[in-house]
């Protein structure tokens, strides 16, 4: 069984960096579409960018800011985020999907000031 860990949130000024992980435990992570989401305040949790083997696609509104990378032999995926804005503000997911396996984060809370 999967189990996922998410690191690297925390607070950030609007325009600065932050690179959050996702860290898997247990067999076939690197197979499947693996993701990260996010939840904002007073919204559904929403698919920023995910990854399977066709390629990654992101949100319109984190295009050419975020980039999601893979570090297969550490079991890990990593979103790099770039000039970050208010509304990137809330907990962010990673998931896992592959065959009847649907697995998430506990999530990673990022906090963008203005």
């Known amino acids: 069984q999967v189990q996922l860990v998410e690191s690297g949130g925390g607070l950030v000024q609007a325009g600065g960096s932050l690179r959050l992980s996702c860290a898997a435990s247990g067999n076939n992570f690197n197979v499947g579409a693996r993701s990260w989401y996010r939840q904002t305040s007073g919204n559904q949790r929403e698919l920023v960018a995910v990854?399977?083997?066709?390629?990654?696609d992101y949100a319109d509104s984190v295009t050419g800011r975020f980039t999601m990378s893979a570090d297969n032999a550490q079991n890990t995926v990593h979103l790099q985020m770039n000039s970050l804005r208010p509304e990137d503000t809330g907990v962010y997911y990673c998931n896992w999907r592959w065959a009847a396996y649907n697995i998430w984060g506990q999530g990673t809370q990022v906090t963008v000031s203005s």
């Open positions: 990854a399977t083997s066709a390629g990654t």
